[in-house]
């Protein structure tokens, strides 16, 4: 996984003008809300995700930065413009299909050149930016195939060049890697990123994929029955889950009900029957004592330990029931006093090291209280 | 039925047997010298002779053709706009009737569809004084009416098979809507509005019924003019016709698949 | 280089839709006007038709409104029409022979079409079009001509009474020729095609594996035949069916030219009411019952285009 971007993002400068304003868009189908009262800002060359599972609304918002669908309520604005009438042909966006959408009855290079043909642009001048195009995705010899002819990847290529051929403000990819196997897939994760960095194009991106959503966004927004449930960055919204459904939707998650028993300085106890044990959190918001919160850790955060170890700020006692073995990582499932399973995750190079733990025995997990989050949603 | 495939395959053979026995007899025995079915009275192309020197058939033969074109070419247009319409546009005012008008035609028996034309004609030459009497205009109104529906079918399926996005990628590079379909719909479909151009010129070229209720005098179709002479009993000449069309349609279909091989063969 | 899709203006919005909804408008509302006109409004001619009297003259049909001598308008319908249809035997029994008929072919169509269109699915895949071709060749040959040729097999000196008289089988010619007989044949033999297509079109879809694993939790073949292949291939058994049934119900050529004096058939009847009797209000009387008889399976048939068409 490619870390976080260094840069500093556009939307944290206050001074920056979104390029895309959603404001408080709502569309149904019939009964069913497909988007609901969405408001969003993207920012100049961003790499921006809607992440979520298939109905969440991710592919119904895109269709409207499109034009393919009209909202019922709310607008639609690009560079400033409100553009929630105006039919796709006429805005200044070009799209990805997720089926690709590549014309069968034309070749490569007419399937480049339609968008610029609609423009009226020189004959010259098409030219030479359709093999401009074909450069750039690495298919010069490829000008005069027709789309049957290429494999799965030449055709995502194709399509890119396509959408980016008119060099519009906002391209919008729907699941644009979906069709590819898994090795081509993160090979050209990278290849997107880079080619979005060099052209500096805001790219729109949907995906249900978490992981590929991480590797590539500058920002992304998690989305939930029609609702944005959190909009940050990668690393923001694994760290920092601000709801019960993006903690578990991202990532695995060890997750306790409680209630908080009283707050100090440096954070919050929370009293949770089922890890049978008051628990610590780093608390971000003052909670007054009795407010129901979930307390969540991720399993990599949770070390285990077959004799006691030092105290921390949560160490917690059970029997290991389950060990996975993954390559890279092992993960065990400690069941603990109180009747939860506690997954925790162990890098094998620290499995090796440590003692060696089995079915049965008795294992430690501890966290400090800054590694969990306490959520009221 | 897996462990007796001679079972399926003797079935197959005997059927089709059936469907080509007659056409086969058609076919000899129009290349007999004797008049009588009866009896083989040696090989003779006399009846190919007379039969175009008969300018009574030959005369239908002509009306026919031109109904035919007429009919094929206006169903297409119609076809197409229906089909477009059911698949493409949603929910809209007069989907349903428009959906029952479209596919009631298929099964609906010709006596009544020629019946309710020729009533339909009378009805607005009383009224508005067209169409005045009855001819080829009148016979390729009623041809169209239902082959139109066939033609709506055809591309229908294959509009429902047609990847949307298609249409989406062009509008989202800049095409207007007509753009759209002139640009990519027609040639993706075009396979579909030749075979559905060719059932229609068909279906008006073979039939009796419709034609013979919403003719008038002096507009006399092929098949009326066979239908009246087989009444009489069977005659050499409809079999030298018979051959004939089996050949053409033969030889177009021949040809069709030729092509269509050619071009599969190009995309590989 | 300034963007050229950016630099494109957004029309004026109202304008726009106008022309989109235009544009939407004309392919909708040609078809429509068209077979609104031609298809739709003729069947309310007939409905008015099959009410009136018969007169003499053209059209000969009498008026359903009239002005009563007080000045009143004056709705006249007339029944007569319908009653005669049931009183006279003639209409009933035409119109239950050719349900009779129509059902009875149409069984007979299902019984050879159906391993026609199974015996296609399990050939090697290169002769399957090929195959299919074959059975569509027929149809694009003259209806009348394919019926008119079963005239010279069936009839008196005919090749099927030739060959057995030949044979020594039989001392005189058989009659089959303007029989019962002869227009279960034509019917088969012209609407056969019909049967298969779509019967191909549903077996040709079914996964194959279904077979497979029918096999594999220990049915036998003729048991997965009649348990798996025939409830899947419902569908097309249901949409052969109709196309079979219900145009073979108003036949009118085939019972015409193969069939006998007693082989009455409704759309014989209607079209000799028509013709050869010129009342038209019996004629269009007729129409109306057999529009009646057949609303049920159109619409069933219609239904079943429909959810086609969604899946």
Same mark, same amino acid.
């Given at each position: ?377 | ?268 | ?5 950016? $630099? ?41 038709? $099959? ?189 052969? $069916? ?20 007693? $082989? ?48």
């Amino acid at each position: 996984m490619a870390g976080p971007r260094p840069q500093l993002g556009a939307w944290q400068d206050p001074s920056a003008a979104p390029l895309v304003e959603i404001r408080n868009v709502t569309k149904t189908f019939g009964e069913h809300y497909a988007v609901d009262d969405v408001s969003l800002a993207i920012y100049p060359g961003e790499f921006f995700s809607l992440l979520g599972a298939s109905g969440c609304g991710k592919t119904t918002l895109l269709r409207m930065l499109a034009g393919f669908e009209k909202p019922d309520k709310g607008s639609v604005l690009i560079g400033g413009e409100d553009v929630t009438a105006v039919p796709p042909y006429s805005r200044p966006v070009n799209m990805m299909f997720q089926s690709y959408a590549l014309f069968p009855h034309l070749s490569v290079a007419d399937n480049i050149a339609f968008g610029l043909r609609q423009d009226r642009v020189p004959r010259a001048e098409v030219n030479e930016r359709v093999a401009e195009m074909l450069r750039l995705v690495r298919l010069d010899g490829y000008a005069r195939r027709k789309p049957d002819q290429l494999s799965g990847g030449q055709r995502q290529r194709v399509a890119l060049a396509r959408a980016l051929v008119k060099q519009p403000k906002l391209l919008l990819l729907d699941e644009p890697l979906g069709a590819l196997d898994r090795k081509l897939r993160e090979h050209t994760q990278f290849e997107l990123v880079n080619l979005q960095e060099r052209l500096g194009i805001t790219f729109v991106m949907v995906t249900h994929d978490q992981e590929e959503a991480m590797t590539m966004s500058t920002r992304m927004a998690v989305m939930n029955e029609g609702r944005i449930r959190q909009i940050g960055t990668p690393a923001e919204i694994y760290e920092y889950p601000s709801n019960r459904f993006v903690a578990g939707f991202i990532g695995a998650v060890n997750q306790f009900e409680g209630r908080v028993t009283e707050q100090l300085d440096e954070g919050l106890t929370v009293h949770c029957e089922s890890a049978g044990t008051d628990l610590r959190v780093h608390a971000q918001h003052e909670v007054a004592p009795g407010t129901p919160v979930a307390v969540v850790v991720r399993p990599e955060k949770v070390r285990i330990f077959a004799e006691q170890p030092p105290p921390c700020d949560n160490g917690l006692s059970g029997k290991v029931e389950e060990i996975a073995y993954l390559g890279d990582v092992s993960i065990y499932h400690v069941r603990v006093a109180g009747g939860v399973l506690i997954e925790a995750q162990l890098t094998n190079r620290a499995r090796r090291a440590a003692a060696p733990l089995t079915w049965g025995d008795q294992a430690w997990v501890c966290w400090n209280a800054d590694d969990a989050v306490a959520l009221l949603e | 039925m897996m462990r007796r495939p001679s079972l399926v395959f003797s079935l197959l053979a005997f059927g089709y047997a059936f469907l080509y026995a007659p056409i086969v007899s058609l076919i000899v025995y129009s290349f007999n010298e004797s008049r009588l079915v009866t009896v083989w009275a040696g090989f003779s192309t006399k009846w190919y002779t007379s039969l175009l020197q008969n300018e009574q058939l030959l005369g239908a033969a002509w009306v026919s053709l031109r109904i035919a074109v007429m009919n094929a070419t206006l169903a297409v247009v119609l076809g197409t706009l229906a089909g477009t319409a059911l698949v493409r546009f949603g929910r809209f005012r007069g989907r349903s009737a428009l959906a029952l008008m479209v596919g009631a035609p298929l099964v609906m028996p010709d006596v009544i569809l020629g019946l309710a034309s020729l009533l339909l004609f009378v009805a607005m030459e009383q009224l508005i004084g067209w169409p005045a009497g009855r001819g080829m205009t009148t016979i390729t109104i009623a041809h169209v009416t239902f082959s139109m529906a066939y033609v709506a079918v055809i591309v229908q399926s294959r509009l429902v098979r047609l990847d949307p996005s298609l249409e989406e990628a062009a509008m989202d590079l800049g095409a207007r809507p007509w753009k759209v379909f002139f640009v990519i719909t027609l040639p993706l479909i075009a396979p579909a509005l030749a075979a559905g151009w060719l059932l229609a010129f068909t279906l008006s070229l073979d039939d009796l019924v419709i034609a013979s209720f919403t003719s008038g005098p002096g507009a006399s179709t092929l098949p009326m003019v066979v239908y009246s002479s087989v009444r009489l009993g069977v005659s050499p000449e409809i079999n030298a016709l018979a051959s004939i069309m089996v050949g053409l349609v033969t030889l177009g279909i021949v040809i069709a698949g030729v092509i269509m091989q050619r071009r599969a063969a190009d995309a590989r | 280089m300034p963007s050229p899709s950016s $630099s494109k203006p957004a029309k004026p919005l109202h304008a726009l839709r106008e022309r989109l909804r235009l544009g939407r408008g004309t392919v909708a509302v040609v078809p429509l006007l068209w077979l609104g006109l031609f298809f739709g409004l003729p069947f309310l001619i007939i409905a008015r038709i $099959s009410l009136s009297e018969v007169v003499i003259g053209l059209p000969p049909y009498s008026d359903l409104l009239s002005w009563a001598e007080d000045g009143m308008l004056q709705l006249r319908l007339n029944f007569a029409n319908f009653m005669l249809l049931w009183q006279d035997s003639l209409y009933l029994d035409a119109f239950i022979n050719s349900l009779r008929v129509a059902a009875t072919a149409t069984l007979i169509c299902l019984l050879i079409g159906y391993p026609m269109a199974l015996g296609i699915t399990r050939v090697r895949e290169s002769l399957r079009v090929p195959l299919l071709m074959l059975v569509i060749l027929p149809f694009w040959t003259s209806f009348l001509i394919r019926i008119y040729a079963w005239i010279g097999i069936l009839k008196g000196n005919g090749l099927i009474n030739n060959l057995l008289l030949g044979l020594g089988l039989i001392d005189e010619p058989l009659a089959l020729l303007h029989t019962d007989f002869a227009v279960y044949l034509g019917i088969v033999y012209a609407y056969l095609p019909f049967m298969v297509l779509p019967l191909y079109a549903t077996l040709s879809r079914m996964d194959h594996s279904l077979l497979e694993a029918a096999a594999d939790l220990g049915c036998r073949p003729l048991s997965a035949f009649w348990r798996v292949t025939v409830p899947l291939s419902l569908p097309g058994i249901v949409a052969g $069916s109709l196309l079979v049934f219900v145009p073979a119900v108003g036949e009118f050529v085939v019972p015409d030219l193969l069939g006998g004096p007693d $082989s009455l058939m409704i759309g014989k009847v209607l079209w000799t009411e028509f013709f050869n009797n010129r009342d038209w209000p019996v004629a269009t009387a007729v129409a109306v019952a057999l529009l009646a008889l057949l609303v049920v399976p159109v619409l069933l048939f219609e239904r079943f285009r429909e959810k086609e068409q969604d899946a």
